[in-house]
């Protein structure tokens, strides 16, 4: 299997579309949650208590959900990420539990140059169980490196190469309810 590289600010287009692998969650992945982060809430660690609760059984911590959706779109698509620099909304649409099986669909839908050597993606994220539904949703917002500096990309009379991505107006598409 041929290794491919990282895509590029250059590379990417307001429109494209990934969909991730899965994960299924465990009672593990929840109770190790609870131990790293401190939130031991019954509604996630206590069977009995959680039952006389609105879901009926431990649900995984919407935190949890959202680690999921960046482990699980680190790599749909890989891209030369620079930071993450913030989170315009997010919305927790529906519990997650013990055996659900995940998956991530990411559409890019704004791209602004940042400075010569990175550009801004607005990513619009869905964490998606196996039943279809949708149980997070919302815009993360990085920095993805360009593959050659703006600065570097002269040509030999000096100006800069038609080659440029083209700064857009953040529009969600319509199918986008936040």
């Known amino acids: 299997m041929k290794e491919t590289l990282p895509l590029g600010f250059e590379d990417l287009q307001l429109g494209d579309r990934w969909v991730s692998g899965e994960r299924v969650v465990q009672d593990e992945d929840i ?4 131990d790293l982060t401190g939130d031991q809430d019954p509604l996630h660690t206590d069977p009995v208590f959680a039952a006389n609760g609105p879901f009926g059984k431990p649900i995984a ?5 959202i680690s999921f959706l960046a482990g699980l779109s680190s790599k749909a698509p890989s891209v030369q990420t620079s930071a993450f620099v913030g989170i315009r909304s997010w919305s927790f649409t529906k519990p997650v539990y013990a055996g659900d ?11 602004k140059p940042h400075g010569r050597r990175h550009g801004e993606v607005h990513w619009y994220r869905q ?3 196996q039943d279809g539904q949708k149980v997070q949703e919302g815009i993360l917002v990085t920095l993805v490196s360009r593959r050659v500096p703006l ?4 040509n030999r009379i000096g100006e800069m190469s038609q080659s440029q991505p083209v700064s857009t107006e953040s529009t969600l598409p319509e199918s986008v309810h936040l």
């Open 61 to 65: 911590h919407g935190l949890l959900g």
């Open 31 to 34: 109770q190790q949650f609870a």
């Open 151 to 154: 600065s570097l990309q002269r």
């Open 127 to 129: 964490l998606i169980n």
């Open 101 to 111: 099986r995940v998956h991530v669909v990411t559409e890019i839908i704004d791209l």
